[in-house]
Structures are given as structure tokens and as C-alpha cells.
């Protein structure tokens, strides 16, 4: 099921850009990131940066809709998602004709070439 809520529109599923949570210390990152996780939102923001946990599972989150639903959206339109960076670097690419780096960290078996 395809999800275009808006940011932080469910409380209790956690917040989407950790920039809007109140308590933003290590306890309460943590705490944001472990209730979307059990929601299966493995994706947060932390303003422009896309924090991504890995769920060990496949998600249907990849599918040809959600390439669809992504595709021309501004980063923070729709739930964080990955597809939601390429698309804003996309954009900018076409938009400021300049080139566009992706900085992938994590530590190994976090999901960085999954994500990539
Ligand atoms: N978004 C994801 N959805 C499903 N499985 C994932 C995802 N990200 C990572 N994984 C799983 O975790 C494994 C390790 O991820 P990987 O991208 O290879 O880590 P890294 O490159 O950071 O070492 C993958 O082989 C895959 O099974
Ligand atoms: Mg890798």
C-alpha cells in the first residue's frame, strides 16, 4: 500500500524529520527511530539527510508505484524515502546544470549498497 502522508501527520508512528521532534538527543533520535522501525518506516529525515535502518526483510516499498509516486515530488513532500534523495538530486541536477554527490555512511551491513 502505497503511503503519501505527509510528514509527521501520525504521532504515534514516530516523526518524520527528526529536526521537528522536541527531545533531540541521542535517547530520543533512538527512540523516534526504533517506533517507525516497528512500523516498518525505515526511512527518517534529519532535514535533508535521509537516515535509512536497515529491515532485514524485504518491503514493498520499491515497487514501479512508488517509482511513480516519487517521480517530481520536492524532498519532504511525501514519507522519507530513498527514491525521494535520488529524485532531489536529480532535480538539482537538471535545475542548477551542476553536479550532484550522494554521501552513503554507515557501517558495514547497514544497507549502504542496498541503498545506493
Ligand atoms: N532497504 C533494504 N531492504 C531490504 N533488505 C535490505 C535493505 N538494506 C539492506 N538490506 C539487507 O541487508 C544486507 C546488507 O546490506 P548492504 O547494502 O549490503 O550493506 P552495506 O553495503 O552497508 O555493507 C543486504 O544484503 C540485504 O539483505
Ligand atoms: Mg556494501
Do not use: W
Request: hydrophobic share 35%.
Amino acid at each position: 500500500m502505497v503511503s503519501d502522508e505527509p510528514i509527521g501527520s501520525r504521532a504515534s508512528d514516530g516523526v518524520a524529520d527528526l529536526t521537528l521532534i522536541s527531545n533531540i538527543d541521542e535517547g530520543g533520535i533512538n527512540e523516534n527511530l526504533r517506533v517507525r522501525y516497528e512500523n516498518q518506516s525505515i526511512y527518517t529525515y534529519a532535514g535533508s539527510i535521509l537516515i535509512a535502518v536497515n529491515p532485514y526483510e524485504e518491503l514493498e516499498i520499491y515497487e514501479a508505484e512508488y517509482q511513480a509516486l516519487y517521480c517530481g515530488q520536492r524532498l519532504g513532500d511525501l514519507a522519507p524515502h530513498v527514491f525521494a534523495i535520488a529524485e532531489s538530486a536529480y532535480r538539482k541536477l537538471c535545475t542548477d546544470d551542476a553536479d550532484q554527490a550522494i554521501v552513503i555512511s554507515g557501517e558495514s551491513g547497514a544497507g549502504k549498497t542496498e541503498s545506493t
